[in-house]
Each structure stands twice: as C-alpha cells, then as structure tokens.
C-alpha cells in the first residue's frame, strides 16, 4: 500500500470520531510489517480521562489481534497544521516501536510531516528502566 492510500485511510477514520466535547477528530491507519492495516479514530468520553486517542485506538486493535510489527502509521486531523499524537500515544507507540517508526502527519490535503519517534519523543520510558538488574540509588 502506498502512502497516499494510507493518508486516505486515516482521513475516512475521522468520520467515525465520537467527539462531543473537544469537536477536534483525529482519525489513524496503523501499518502492520506484513500489510494489515488497522484504523482507529478518537473516543471520547463524559468522564474525561476514559477518552482514547486515535492512535491509540488503532495500536489496541492490532495488539488484540496478535500484532506487534509495525512500518508506521498515519494521523489525519481537520485542521491546517496536523498535530502530532499526545504524550500518552507516544509512549504507547514506545511499546510496539523502535526509534526509527515513522510518524506521518495529515490533514484532507494529504501527508504534510513525517518524523521518525525518536524525534517526538527522544527519551522514552521504556523496558530498559525496569531492569531489576539496575543499581539501586
């Protein structure tokens, strides 16, 4: 699938937003190494903290289905100048993906950034902090 088709998905997921608050949809098309693609778009909810990013979204339903490898993924949003997925995103794409996953920026006029992870969040709480082996302060 090229990138095109992959903006496209991210773009139709802003449709299925439930964003009755923010009004701000973001839609997203994860990218499995070996082709299956997984769309997700923002959740939200009364209770703010049970509202779930887009991003997020699509990486649960591909871990639920045995996924773990992934190419990159594609955020779509209705603005101009497309937003680079949250803190909490970023460090749930730590989970799956190396530094060097790309993260390719939308809006309806197509890819306007691309970064790799390690450029959003250069210094990610990962597994090497839970190292039981680690000295103790």
């Known amino acids: 699938m090229d ?4 903006c496209k998905i991210a773009i139709n997921q ?3 937003c439930h964003n009755p608050y923010s009004k701000f949809s973001v839609g997203a098309s994860l990218h499995a190494t070996d082709g299956k693609v997984f ?10 903290g049970g509202t779930v990013c887009a991003e997020r979204v699509a990486i649960f339903k591909a871990a639920s289905e045995g ?13 101009k100048k497309p937003a680079p997925p949250c803190a909490f995103c970023l460090q749930v794409i730590t ?6 996953f ?13 970064y790799r992870l ?3 969040l250069p210094h990610p ?3 090497s902090w839970l190292d039981a082996d680690k000295e103790k302060a």
């Open 3 to 6: 990138i095109k088709d992959a």
């Open 95 to 100: 989970e799956f993906c190396s530094g060097d």
């Open 118 to 120: 390690d450029e959003l």
């Open 67 to 79: 996924y773990r490898e992934f190419d990159y993924i594609v955020i779509a949003t209705e603005t």
């Open 39 to 48: 769309g997700g778009c923002n959740i939200e909810n009364a209770s703010y």
């Open 14 to 16: 802003l449709e299925h």
């Open 125 to 127: 709480f990962d597994p």
């Open 102 to 114: 790309q993260i390719h920026l939308a809006n309806r006029g197509g890819i306007v950034k691309s």
